[in-house]
């Protein structure tokens, strides 16, 4: 299994840019997430879903757009690149049931110029 | 508004000097409390996962412990190999999100 695979692992954008964060998952998960890290603050979730056809919105959705077609992949579009957007962006699934652990991603680093 | 607080921010330790990191949260309906261990530039792993107040757990040097407001996590006699971001994470009753802390930054001197 390759677990959580998330292309591509670096990015630079041009403002006004767009884009699409692939994350792809072979455990047969029904839920995942992305979430976007900054330097001292922790993981604050954009989206999530807890499967195919069904997403919701997490704290800082603003920005961007999700899709589940398949229960293996969650991409992420950004579709107006911001400086603000410039983060490290990790995907993570997990089983559903009650508290499964979540399995991450590499990470994504993303710099808007 | 739910919220997971971790402290401290950062924290040195000694090779062999024990201490432990703490995760408060106010929360509506705490499903479950989760700690992972993050490297740099690497994803999170996942270290343990506790259901309530009582509950213990350990792997090697590491022992997680939660109460109905906080988790601590206790580090006994750590290597600098045990350096790293702990983040501590919680799941709600009334959804399917896992709400994350701040994290501490850890480092273990020689």
């Known amino acids: 299994n390759a677990g959580v695979t998330q292309t591509p692992k670096f990015r630079i954008l041009k403002i006004g840019q767009s884009m699409t964060l692939q994350c792809a998952q072979d455990m047969n998960h029904n839920y995942m997430y992305w979430y976007r890290q900054d330097p001292g603050m922790g993981l604050k979730l954009i989206y999530y879903s807890v499967g195919a056809g069904i997403t919701d919105k997490g704290e800082v959705p603003n920005g961007y757009n999700v899709s589940r077609s398949t229960t293996e992949d969650f991409p992420l579009r950004l579709e107006l690149a911001a400086p603000s957007q410039t983060s490290v962006y990790f995907c993570a699934s997990r089983r559903r049931g009650l508290n499964t652990e979540a399995f991450f991603g590499q990470g994504t680093r993303l710099t808007v110029v | 508004e739910d919220q997971v607080t971790q402290s401290p921010e950062a924290l040195r330790l000694q090779e062999g000097e024990s201490s432990s990191l703490n995760c408060s949260y106010t929360v509506s309906g705490l499903r479950g409390l989760f700690w992972y261990r993050q490297d740099p530039g690497k994803g999170p792993e996942f270290l343990f996962t506790l259901y309530s107040a009582g509950e213990e757990k350990e792997k090697e040097r590491l022992k997680a412990t939660l109460t109905k407001k906080e988790s601590f996590l206790h580090i006994t006699a750590p290597k600098p190999e045990d350096s790293a971001t702990y983040l501590c994470?919680?799941?709600?009753?009334?959804?399917?999100?896992?709400?994350f802390g701040k994290g501490t930054r850890l480092h273990i001197l020689p």
């Open positions: 994470a919680v799941t709600l009753n009334r959804d399917d999100k896992i709400i």
